[in-house]
């Protein structure tokens, strides 16, 4: 399977909202509801901010938020703040037991 | 407070075998509402599933690394294993064990790096 297409680089001033996409296709996005976001800052084990396309573990801010449409699930991160400069991954299951990353977008904090 | 733990030899030579093993503390591994997993991130790049191990040892691999991965697990010692084998420069990464459940991972070890080089 190939990897999820997401933009490279994203950003925004503090307080703005940005969104990341991440695009698959018909066999892991768009087939299934178990679309998982991930933000690491640099030396960092990577942590789960949203799964399941929308829902959010607890702890994580109600600022972010997930959506799904078609092939692509997009990451919105509401009012920026300086701590969210990181690095973000989308993931999607994508049948017979796989799954498969996007190759990641460093989100700046302008 | 769920925690795991790599470890293992963070330099392999060309063509021999990688094996690193996950300590879980704080939570049985026998729990049947989880899969452990390990997932890698080569430097300066995106993460990439490796494979996952159930309780009961059924494992699932990503078809890319299938024919090079084994995955174990241990109850006794609350330990899962990852042996990678003909390994090449292209398998120098940092390597994660984490928790997963429902194809989501909510919990990480620290990870470690392993450098393949002669």
């Known amino acids: 399977q190939s990897a999820l297409t997401q933009p490279p680089s994203a950003s925004g001033s503090p307080g703005q909202s940005v969104t990341i996409s991440c695009t698959g296709t018909s066999s892991d996005i768009a087939a299934y509801n178990y679309v998982s976001w991930y933000q690491q800052h640099p030396g960092e084990a990577p942590k789960l901010m949203i799964y399941?396309?929308?829902k959010r573990p607890s702890g994580v801010p109600n600022r972010f938020s997930g959506s799904k449409s078609g092939n692509t699930a997009s990451l919105t991160v509401s009012g920026l703040q300086a701590e969210d400069e990181a690095d973000y991954y989308c993931?999607?299951?994508?049948?017979?037991?796989?799954?498969?990353f996007g190759g990641g977008t460093r989100l700046t904090v302008l | 407070q769920l925690q795991l733990q790599e470890s293992g030899p963070g330099l392999v030579r060309p063509s021999e075998t990688l094996s690193l093993t996950c300590t879980v503390s704080?939570?049985?591994?026998?729990?049947?509402?989880?899969?452990w997993d390990w997932v890698r991130q080569p430097p300066e790049k995106g993460l990439e599933w490796i494979g996952s191990v159930y309780y009961s040892g059924i494992t699932h691999y990503n078809p890319s690394l299938k024919s090079r991965v084994t995955m174990s697990i241990d109850p006794s010692k609350n330990q899962f294993s990852l042996k990678l084998s003909s390994v090449t420069a292209a398998d120098t990464a940092v390597y994660y064990c984490?928790?997963?459940?429902?194809?989501?991972?909510?919990?990480w070890g620290q990870g470690t790096l392993v450098t393949v080089s002669s």
């Open positions: 704080g939570d049985s591994i026998t729990s049947r509402s989880f899969y």
């Open positions: 993931c999607s299951y994508a049948g017979s037991n796989n799954r498969v």
């Open positions: 399941e396309v929308t």
């Open positions: 984490a928790r997963q459940r429902e194809y989501n991972y909510n919990y």
